[in-house]
């Protein structure tokens, strides 16, 4: 079995490939210029296709047919119409053409597999929309591999860094498109990732934009007539300004690059159509005043991480840049000035994410089947079992290969390394091998084990022995986001109930069971609804993305699916986010498998401006609510997440008729943060208001968990043994469902005591008389219940609340009993 070995960067500025052979990366160059990547353009003129510098350069004379930071757009249902081809193109299938681009590269070269990098902010779907440019591109075989995470592996390796203690790094990705974080901690052997942040609307595009808008409009309405230059170059309504804002924005590329080595740069501008001829000066100073609210949204996101994670910047060894943008000087010399953090510069930032992901792909076996590999029809072989035991990685110049032999065996054994550097020969072989093979440095070494029979016949081989020396492996990928399940919760509402948590390793998988909550009759529309969600678990379901969606339909059911029946589910998240779901029902022998890779959702300006209407109107209430209680702290922080959410909608207000820039994907990125934050304030309140109705209840418990049956104080030990992880969960469902236990516990305690039924006695003694079927039985019990209450007759008591009760014409429910309700998904 073969090793994947390519790993490709597929950025939203810049793309590039590389390789990993013999523990050695080697870039595959662009053929023309020989650059290590190439621009992330594509251009379209006279049925010719274009990808990379020529695309690019086209940008300032074509602009309507070249098309550039489409990664961002990935997922979502953004086209873009190809004036020369008369169609509409995808984000994914632009994607897919400079992945072909870079395939061309690896000429005489067959690649069927690689690794794929991808922001770690990114979500499922946009995950899955990567997969299928891969796809499309012509790969067989994809597996993603999150930037961060390539990123360390490209400097720890490439490096030559000696670890010797567990130290925690900062990965900071400012790239073109997107920007993340990611904390790692990396010891002698591998690393991790145990926790990030990101955005993926923040990148080296929207300084260029904000160059536009910022630097370089003003110095045009200056010295020309034009007013209200900026909004008529975003306008869909006149193309002629849309061609002088790609002219603009390829300039303003130009100059940022410039002052990033230079203290000053200059444009010349001579734009025909609008009889504009002018040279530009800028100095590095202006530059750095666009450059400073962007670094400010990235640095929040650095802040945030770190306190969440209870660190200080002291506890991070170093800082490693990844991304182009990290090049500008601002950037470097703030974060080493406020974190006080040794910031690694030794590795070239637009190349280590490619170079992480080639050292990867070396260490993946492709799942793919050789077609090489001649199928081997010895019986004899497929009868041998046999266990091989190994350390995959080592830091040593040799490592122990066990053999274990399922029994007694009579022949030789022989282990050769791939490059013929090493042979044992034929050797004889019993039931347990041990061998020390020698190890080549920096490198993945495969070995192939056979065994022969005492004819030296070949019995058995095992070429898939692999054991990297000396470089640094992960152990696994995070999951971005929290992966729920929406349940039923009370009538007409619904929560998430965790399946996975953030920062779980791929691949995962995980079996739960649950009951309905309804009754599903056959042959009906009735549905029953699996709806698996992203987010965070602790917020609100509509605030989450879907990303996999089951119906179950009465139609489908031989027999009715009644309240309170058993539900199966099995999930399984693979490396590469494909989700998979297997639903049993047993009572009707009914099981339903799903696998979801959803790669588009759609993004309306509209939709956000209501959306973040609605979030204003709620905090509008919250603030109302809590003004006449004198909480000045919190409602200073309420009041920051209007003022932010206000800006934001007046944003979007503004820009309805932008049909060029990205502004309502940064609107949209923004307004999930924003209503996260808000979120997490009105929830920590609530969850305190459940922690402390928990605590009172629990405090109730000292009278009468005397009373209790020793299997009733044992039930009790076991409802509070997790109680402190479940109190600081920072989920109000997980501690509502605690509080219920307790509660049900101490009602079965109270209701075996002789004085509850006195309780129960007075309650039905005041219902309405025309509550009960025999009025006269009713009224002879009553003064029975107070006589006997006189005397303490308590045996007596409970006959008579037990027939009251009986005489019932509806039976009293309690109002927070979940059994009461039909749910609306059926299941909980």
Not at 525 to 534: A, F, H, P, R
């Amino acid at each position: 079995m073969k090793n994947i070995n390519i790993g490709i960067d597929l950025g939203t500025t810049n793309s590039g490939i590389a390789k990993y052979e013999n523990g050695k990366i080697s870039i595959y160059k662009n053929p023309v210029g020989f650059k290590d990547t190439i621009p992330s353009v594509v251009s379209f003129r006279k049925g010719r296709i274009q990808i990379g510098e020529k695309a690019r350069e086209h940008s300032a004379t074509n602009a309507e047919n070249v098309f550039s930071s489409f990664k961002r757009k990935m997922g979502s249902d953004e086209v873009y119409f190809i004036k020369d081809l008369d169609k509409n193109c995808s984000p994914i299938e632009l994607s897919s053409m400079v992945l072909n681009e870079l395939i061309n590269f690896a000429q005489g070269e067959s690649l069927k597999s690689a690794v794929i990098t991808i922001p770690a902010s990114f979500d499922t779907i946009q995950s899955n929309a990567t997969k299928k440019a891969g796809y499309q591109a012509g790969f067989e075989e994809i597996v993603l591999l999150q930037e961060p995470i390539a990123a360390c592996l490209a400097y720890s390796n490439s490096l030559n860094i000696e670890i010797a203690s567990d130290k925690k790094w900062l990965v900071y990705d400012f790239g073109g498109g997107t920007f993340d974080i990611a904390l790692v901690n990396i010891n002698e052997r591998d690393l991790k990732v145990f926790d990030h942040k990101g955005n993926n609307f923040l990148g080296g595009v929207d300084l260029d934009t904000l160059f536009v808008e910022k630097i370089i409009c003003p110095k045009i309405e200056k010295a020309t007539q034009e007013n209200n230059l900026w909004n008529k170059l975003i306008s869909k309504e006149n193309q002629v300004y849309n061609k002088l804002f790609f002219e603009l924005l390829y300039k303003a590329e130009e100059a940022k690059k410039e002052l990033s080595i230079k203290e000053t740069s200059s444009i010349e501008i001579d734009f025909d159509e609008l009889s504009i001829s002018l040279d530009i000066d800028i100095s590095r100073a202006e530059f750095e005043l666009i450059v400073q609210p962007k670094f400010e949204e990235s640095f929040h996101l650095v802040e945030k991480l770190i306190k969440e994670n209870y660190l200080d910047f002291s506890d991070i060894e170093r800082i490693i840049l990844v991304g182009g943008t990290t090049y500008i000087p601002y950037i470097r010399q703030q974060l080493q000035e406020r974190t006080q953090i040794e910031v690694e510069t030794n590795l070239d930032p637009t190349t280590a994410v490619m170079i992480g992901a080639a050292y990867y792909a070396g260490s993946k076996p492709s799942e793919l089947v050789d077609e090489e590999i001649v199928e081997e029809s010895k019986s004899e072989e497929n009868s041998i079992q046999v266990e091989t035991i190994y350390e995959p990685h080592s830091k040593d110049s040799e490592e122990l290969i066990v053999v274990l032999l399922q029994e007694s065996f009579d022949g030789y054994y022989r282990i050769t390394r791939a490059d013929g550097g090493f042979d044992t020969g034929l050797l004889k072989a019993n039931k347990k091998i041990a061998e020390f093979v020698p190890l080549l440095e920096k490198a993945t070494n495969q070995f192939t084990l056979f065994l022969f029979d005492n004819q030296q016949k070949q019995l058995f081989s095992n070429p898939n022995i692999q054991i990297t020396n000396g470089l640094y492996s992960i152990l696994g990928q995070p999951i971005p986001n929290d992966i729920c399940l929406e349940l039923d919760e009370e009538s007409g509402k619904s929560h998430m109930e965790i399946i996975f948590k953030k920062n779980d390793i791929l691949p995962l998988k995980k079996t739960i069971y649950k009951t309905c909550s309804k009754n599903i009759l056959k042959n009906s529309d009735q549905k029953l609804i699996i709806n698996v969600v992203e987010g965070n678990a602790g917020s609100m379901v509509g605030s989450n993305l879907s990303i996999g969606y089951i119906e179950i339909s009465g139609s489908n059911f031989e027999q009715d699916l009644l309240k309170g029946m058993d539900i199966e589910l099995n999930f399984k998240v693979s490396e590469s986010r494909d989700l998979s779901i297997d639903v049993y029902i047993s009572a009707l022998d009914l099981e339903i498998n799903e696998v979801f890779n959803p790669h588009q959702r759609k993004i309306s300006i509209d939709k956000l401006v209501s959306e973040i209407k609605n979030a204003l109107d709620t905090i509008l209430e919250e603030i109302r609510s809590e003004e006449q209680n004198e909480n000045y702290e919190y409602l200073s922080k309420l009041k920051r997440s209007q003022e932010s959410l206000t800006v934001l909608y007046n944003e979007a207000l503004e820009n309805k008729n932008d049909a060029i820039t990205d502004k309502k994907y940064q609107i949209d990125e923004l307004k999930k943060i924003y209503i996260q934050e808000f979120d997490d304030l009105i929830r920590h309140k609530h969850i305190l208001f459940e922690v402390e109705e928990y605590n009172n209840l629990k405090d109730s418990f000292s009278f009468y968990i005397e009373k209790g049956s020793p299997r009733q104080k044992e039930e009790y030990e076991k409802i509070i043994k997790n109680e402190k992880e479940v109190l600081q969960s920072n989920n109000k469902y997980l501690i509502r469902k605690k509080k219920k236990e307790l509660e049900n516990l101490l009602n079965n305690i109270y209701n075996n005591q002789d004085e509850s039924y006195i309780d129960f006695f007075y309650h039905l003694r005041f219902e309405d008389p025309s509550a009960f079927r025999d009025r006269s039985k009713h009224s002879q019990l009553i003064p029975l219940g107070e006589k006997a209450i006189d005397n303490s007759n308590f045996i007596e008591l409970k006959s008579i609340c037990h027939q009251l009760y009986n005489l019932l014409i509806v039976k009293p429910k309690r109002k927070d009993d979940f059994n009461t309700f039909d749910g609306n998904l059926g299941i909980k």
